[in-house]
Every structure is written in structure tokens, then in C-alpha cells.
């Protein structure tokens, strides 16, 4: 489905990427570990157009899209919810996932698809999205996400922030998504429990480098070396 070879990224003269390479299947779940600063958020925002200065290759269904713009990315499939999630403080629940309608306006689910599959959001659909919790917000995210019918949804540390209880609920949500939607999902995460529980494969990022890949149970075999690089 995603093939991504050979990235690097700079902000200005500063490289923040090296040969960063992963691939994402159909209706596959895949980790991005590291601790902060390591260059998640970097290769997310590379991938759907973000960060102006990349080079090497990221392929979409066969076709690059590496140099297209980001509403053209998500044109073709791509959904991304960064990490500060970036709703609208000022409209409701309901407005911000018509927001996210632009993606995919001919064939975006309806407002009602997304609140089944998202029902923690159904009672506060004329609330404006200012004051919901941080979990409310994370879930109104991902929604808005999901609304434009997305192939592919590239999520920026999710549990961030989040209170445990939350953090436990918001997976659910992400591994119905995963079960019962069949989206794919690219997760990066510090948190590696939660990641490693809603995922078929990871790879751990340190400094910019893609350092380790295997499959979650890979993974947990090396937990002592992959806490060591995600600094637990």
C-alpha cells in the first residue's frame, strides 16, 4: 500500500532524517517507535507533503507522491492527525468533522457513519470542540480524519497527555478501527505498551534512523534494548 525508501529531511541546514525506509500493507497496523525528538513526527509530516526540504521516495499504491501537496495526499487516501490535533476551538463537534469532509467530498461517510463508529462523540455533537477533554479532542481528531473515508490514517502520538483510564478507551477505539473498519494505520508513539497492543509490525526510530524492525513479538523480545533506545 506505502512504501517509503530512502527519506531524508531537513528543516533549513538541519538534517532531521536518514534514510528512512518502512511499508505500511492492506489493512495493515504498523508501529513507529522512539522517544521525543527522535523524528516521528518528522517522517509523518514527510510522508503527507508537510516538511518542504525531503528527499528519496514515498510511494502511494504503486505511484509516487513524494513533492505533491498535502490536500492532494489526502485526496488520494491519506489521513494524518498530528499530535496537537488542531480542531476547531470554535466549532461544534459536528462542524469539525465536516472540516474533514475536503478530503474526499464526493464519497466522505456521513456525520452519523463516523459517530457509530465513534459513539463517545454522539452526545457532544453541538459542543464546540474548545471545551472537550483532551480524549474527547483525540477522538474528534481522528473522527475528522476518518469522515474523508481514508485508506490509510497516519496517527501522532495519540495517547499523549492522556490519563490512563483514557489512554485504555482511546485504544479501543483505534484497534475497532483496525478490526472492524479495516483501516491502516501508521501509529508513532513513545508509549510502546499501547502502540505494541494495537499493531502488527514497528519499527523504532533513534536520531533520524530507522534502528530496529521486526514484528510486535520481535519487538517485546527486545524489550530491554527497545526501552533502552525509547528511554523507559
Known amino acids: 500500500m506505502m512504501k517509503v525508501s530512502g527519506l531524508d529531511a ?26 521525543n525528538g527522535a523524528g ?16 528519496g521516495t514515498v510511494e502511494w499504491r504503486g505511484s509516487g507522491i513524494r513533492g505533491l501537496r498535502p490536500s492532494v495526499i489526502a485526496r488520494r487516501g491519506v489521513a494524518y492527525v498530528p499530535e496537537d490535533r488542531r480542531i476547531f476551538p470554535d466549532l461544534t463537534v459536528e462542524q469539525n ?11 466522505a461517510l456521513a456525520v452519523e457513519e463516523v459517530l457509530e463508529m465513534l ?20 477522538a474528534l481528531a481522528i473522527g ?7 485508506a490509510l490514517v497516519l496517527l501522532d502520538e495519540p495517547s ?4 490512563p483510564l483514557i489512554v ?14 479495516g483501516i491502516s494505520m501508521l501509529l508513532c508513539e ?12 514497528a519499527y523504532v526510530l533513534d536520531g533520524g534512523r530507522i534502528v530496529y524492525s521486526g514484528t510486535t513479538a520481535e519487538i517485546r523480545a527486545q524489550s530491554g534494548d527497545i526501552d533502552r533506545l525509547l528511554g523507559v
Open 40 to 55: 516521528k513526527s518528522t517522517t509523518l509530516k514527510s510522508i503527507m507533503g508537510l516538511v518542504g526540504s525531503t528527499s
Open 168 to 181: 485504555e478507551s482511546l485504544g479501543q477505539v483505534i484497534n475497532d478501527l483496525r478490526t472492524q473498519q
Open 119 to 138: 459513539p463517545l462523540l454522539a452526545p457532544l455533537v453541538d459542543r464546540p470542540g474548545g471545551v472537550l477533554s483532551g480524549g474527547e479532542q483525540q
Open 160 to 163: 499523549e497527555g492522556l490519563a
Open 97 to 107: 468533522l465536516r472540516m474533514g469532509r475536503s478530503a474526499n467530498p464526493k464519497g
Open 10 to 35: 531537513f528543516y533549513g541546514s538541519s538534517h532531521v532524517l536518514f534514510d528512512v525506509s518502512l511499508e505500511i500493507g492492506d489493512g495493515e497496523s504498523v508501529a513507529l517507535l522512539g522517544r
Open 190 to 201: 513513545q508509549n510502546r505498551d499501547f502502540a505494541l497492543a494495537l499493531t502488527d509490525r
Open 144 to 150: 475528522r480524519a476518518l469522515i474523508g473515508r481514508p
